[in-house]
Every structure is written in structure tokens, then in C-alpha cells.
């Protein structure tokens, strides 16, 4: 294990599965000090293990639910108490739905927006003055639909959009305060939440999860998903001083599935 971010406070929300954990694991095996958000407190106990019985430093635990402001401030000021200080906010937190849209009522709307568009929105908000003390980081975890549009993932998609939106003007932020905000827009990344996912386009269009999952990655032209750890490389990267020029940017970990040149 490395000590690259020995001393640092690293923040990850949505770090106890898939790709935050994955995230959280890298940054730990750095010597960060890891703080992981989530609402589950069973798999954040879970993850804290395989962090543990990896060598890594135990994780500072917060189960809340972040699509509220009540639990935001609960995560703030636990992070408050404990360190006094952010060096890193990791924001991956987010479940939006696929499906059909003429099946998805306003409540799956709204839902999709509280936890990964307004969690985000309030831990940058509560965490800022911290970032902006340290000369820290903010890592956007969005996604490809930001980009690419599909009408069996309107939410997830319009959500991503929003998010990709929120990092470009946070950005401006950033360069006054010297805060490094940037996002990575995954693409099929191998995690219970992809599998979700082929779950629910597969009932929207009537065919088999196998069937909808082969037709993907043959849409895509992929040769495999995507792993955690391809996303955690380059949160590692952007969070280091050898990123400090890079400000306001998204960058795809998606095998090269994204069509366009944008």
C-alpha cells in the first residue's frame, strides 16, 4: 500500500457498495482517513471489514439518508466532530431508475433527484468551507446519459445531465477558492446496481435480464464492463497535485461506448 494521501480526510457518499466502495478502498489503501456516507448501516459495517481485513485503516461509518437535508447535516456534522477538516468529497450516491416512462410516476422522479442530484448538491454546500481550507477535491461520480440520452432511462439520464450541469458551474467556484472540482461519467460497470438496472429495462421491454445484458454490451461494443476499480484509478489521479490543472471536466471510464465527440 501506498501513503499518497497520507493524512487526508477522503469523503464518500454511497461508499458501502459498487463503485463508492470501490472508491473508498482506494483511497484507504493510500492512507487516507476514509469517512463513508450511506443509508444502509449494514453494508457500511460490511464494507468497513473487507477495507479492514485488506490492511486498511478503518473507515468513520455515517448511516443517514442522504435525499435529505436532515441527513446531510447529520453526515456534515459527524465529519465536523471527528476531523475537523475535507480533503476529498467523493459524491457517488445515486439510484435512479430505468424503465418505461410512461410507468414511472412523479414519486420515482422525485426520488431519483433527492438522493443523487440534491445529496450532492448539500454536501458540497456543507463541506465547501472544509475544501476550500484544505485546497481540496470534488469528484462528480455521474454517468454516461449525462451525455448519451435513452428513453428507457429518463430519470437516471436527466438527473446525470443536471449533475454534469451542477460540477461545470461548481467549478467556477472552485477556481476562485481553490477547490479542484471535476466528474467521471462511468458507463456498465460490473456492480449490483448495473444488475438493477438490466432487471428493469428487462421488464419494460418484455425480454429475459441475459437477453438485455448481451444487447447492451453488444450495443456498446464493449469486449467487458467496467470495474470499480477502473473508476477509482482515476478519482485517485484527479485528486492528486499532478491533476491541479485539470478543473470542470468530465471524464468516461466507459470503454469507449460513448457516441459522441462531447
Not at 36 to 59: C, F, I, Y
Not at 107 to 134: I, N
Not at 235 to 249: D, K, M, N, P, V
Request: with cysteine; proline share 3%; hydrophobic share 45%.
Amino acid at each position: 500500500m501506498g501513503q499518497t494521501f497520507a493524512g487526508k480526510v477522503v469523503v464518500v457518499s454511497g461508499g458501502s457498495r459498487g463503485i463508492g466502495r470501490g472508491i473508498a478502498e482506494a483511497f484507504a489503501s493510500e492512507g487516507a482517513h476514509t469517512v463513508l456516507l450511506a443509508s444502509s448501516e449494514r453494508n457500511l459495517e460490511a464494507a468497513a471489514q473487507v477495507m479492514e481485513d485488506r490492511g486498511a485503516q478503518r473507515p468513520l461509518l455515517c448511516a443517514a439518508d442522504l435525499r435529505t437535508e436532515a441527513g446531510c447535516a447529520k453526515a456534515a456534522a459527524l465529519i465536523a466532530e471527528r476531523h475537523q477538516r475535507c480533503d476529498v468529497l467523493v459524491n457517488s450516491a445515486g439510484a435512479t431508475k430505468a424503465g418505461s416512462f410512461l410507468a414511472q410516476g412523479d414519486e420515482l422522479w422525485q426520488d431519483g433527484f433527492a438522493l443523487k442530484f440534491f445529496g450532492c448538491v448539500r454536501l458540497c454546500r456543507l463541506l465547501w468551507p472544509y475544501l476550500r481550507e484544505s485546497k481540496g477535491h470534488v469528484v462528480n461520480i455521474i454517468g454516461g446519459a449525462a451525455r448519451t440520452p435513452d428513453p428507457e432511462f429518463l430519470i437516471g439520464g436527466s438527473v446525470n445531465a443536471a449533475m454534469h450541469n451542477f460540477t461545470k458551474g461548481l467549478a467556477g467556484l472552485g477556481k476562485r477558492d481553490g477547490v479542484n472540482v471535476n466528474a467521471i461519467l462511468p458507463g456498465l460497470t460490473e456492480t449490483e446496481r448495473v444488475e438493477q438496472i438490466f432487471k428493469q429495462r428487462a421488464a419494460a421491454a418484455g425480454q429475459s435480464i441475459e437477453a438485455v445484458r448481451a444487447e447492451q454490451i453488444t450495443r456498446e461494443g464493449l469486449s467487458r464492463l467496467g470495474r470499480p476499480e477502473d473508476i477509482a484509478a482515476l478519482a485517485l489521479f484527479l485528486c492528486s497535485e499532478g491533476a491541479r490543472h485539470i478543473q470542470g471536466t468530465a471524464i468516461a471510464v466507459d470503454g469507449g461506448s460513448t457516441p459522441g465527440v462531447y
